[in-house]
């Protein structure tokens, strides 16, 4: 079945530097990857998405890219500042029904 | 306000007693799910429900159950044969079927179960 690896665990940037979280999947039959931030104590909710026709996507100061030969993808965000604390999870699923495998979440910690 | 209410927040329960966590969303959604968020891992999926009086297995389903007697409505009882229940739960929801069904989940604020 799928498998979904995310690095790093823990990512500590300055405050305004750009910050890089990478998830590897499995199976090149997923087509849907998107990325949740969850703040302390609250639910995950989605901040950007992509799916496998495309291989760049920009939201403001965040950015989703994908890379089907080497079955990896990345979320980029910009001009980092303090309410970008959070942990991040990536996520890939295959077919329309959107059942999702989740990486393990990386803790992004801006450093004033 | 339109979203997905969790309850209780906190409990605090003894070994061997069953509970029960609610899930009521307000959104209209189809699908709803419960998911089991413990340190260092994904997000891994114990039952969802895609229409009422019906739900399905996830990939840790033992030792919990599930109803869905109502559209609004997804209970989680969390029962003593969980091994290990002491985590956060999170319930969430999904349009399915339409033009808006984009994948998004949509999630509740959590229930952190600690079993003593």
């Known amino acids: 079945g799928e498998n979904v690896e995310q690095h790093p665990s823990t990512l500590s940037v300055q405050e305004g530097d750009s910050a890089v979280i990478k998830c590897t999947y499995s199976?090149?039959?997923?087509?849907?990857f998107p990325w949740y931030k969850q703040e302390l104590g609250k639910g995950p909710q989605l901040i950007i998405d992509?799916?496998?026709n495309v291989g760049e996507k920009k939201d403001q100061r965040i950015a989703v890219t994908l890379n089907k030969t080497a079955k990896h993808f990345s979320l980029h965000i910009t001009e980092t500042q303090p309410e970008d604390s959070a942990v991040y999870f990536c996520?890939?699923?295959?077919?329309?029904?959107?059942?999702?495998?989740w990486g393990a979440g990386t803790k992004l910690i801006i450093k004033p | 306000d339109g979203g997905i209410t969790q309850s209780p927040k906190y409990l605090f329960r003894k070994e061997g007693q069953n509970v029960t966590l609610s899930c009521e969303q307000n959104?209209?959604?189809?699908?709803m799910y419960w998911y089991r968020q413990d340190p260092g891992q994904g997000l891994r999926l114990i039952y969802y429900?895609?229409?009422?009086?019906?739900?399905q297995k996830g990939d840790i389903a033992e030792g919990y159950s599930v109803s869905r007697e109502k559209k609004e409505s997804f209970p989680l009882t969390v029962t003593s044969a969980q091994k290990n229940p002491t985590a956060f739960y999170l319930c969430?929801?999904?349009?399915?079927?339409?033009?808006?069904?984009?994948?998004?989940?949509?999630f509740g604020e959590g229930s952190r179960l600690t079993v003593l």
């Open positions: 969430a929801s999904r349009v399915i079927g339409t033009s808006k069904d984009t994948g998004e989940l949509f």
């Open positions: 959104l209209n959604h189809d699908a």
């Open positions: 429900s895609q229409i009422v009086n019906d739900f």
């Open positions: 199976d090149s039959a997923s087509n849907y």
């Open positions: 992509i799916r496998s």
């Open positions: 996520a890939a699923s295959l077919g329309g029904n959107y059942q999702l495998i």
